[in-house]
């Protein structure tokens, strides 16, 4: 399967991620700011990145920024994590592909990275984005 990286300062929804995206057969590493985020990459080409917004010593925008100048990082597919409203975090952030709004539901997890991933075939039973409660 893919190589996820998970960056985020709350361990408690770095390590449910790493659960729930090892279960389904991911390998998944993780830092816990931004800076460590892209001391990862420099070993590490995810496939995916689950980013939070707010973090100590190196925040998601600021992470964004440094993958933007880099021609073989900027293509890799972020989720920006965070509990403030999407619209609040544009203001300062770009660069990410999706937002995914803290609290989540873990099959809003799964949903988003299968769809990133390609893994995804939409159908009648397969949850959409567009209706995250």
């Not at 021609?71 to 999407?86: A, F």
């Amino acid at each position: 399967m893919a190589i996820i990286l998970i960056v985020d300062d709350e361990f408690g929804i770095a390590d449910l991620l790493v659960d729930v995206l090892s279960d389904e057969g991911h390998k998944v590493v993780t830092a816990a700011n931004g800076k460590r985020g892209i001391e990862v990459l420099e070993t590490e080409r995810p496939e995916l990145i689950f980013l939070d917004y707010m973090m100590p010593i190196l925040d998601g925008a600021g992470m964004l920024q440094k993958m933007s100048e880099n021609s073989g990082l900027r293509t890799i597919p972020v989720i920006l994590m965070s509990s403030m409203d999407e619209e609040t975090v544009m203001e300062r952030c770009k660069g990410y592909s999706t937002f995914l709004r803290k609290p989540f539901r873990i099959w809003q997890v799964l949903a988003l990275a299968a769809e990133i991933l390609g893994n995804n075939k939409p159908g009648p039973t397969s949850p959409s984005v567009d209706n995250l409660p």
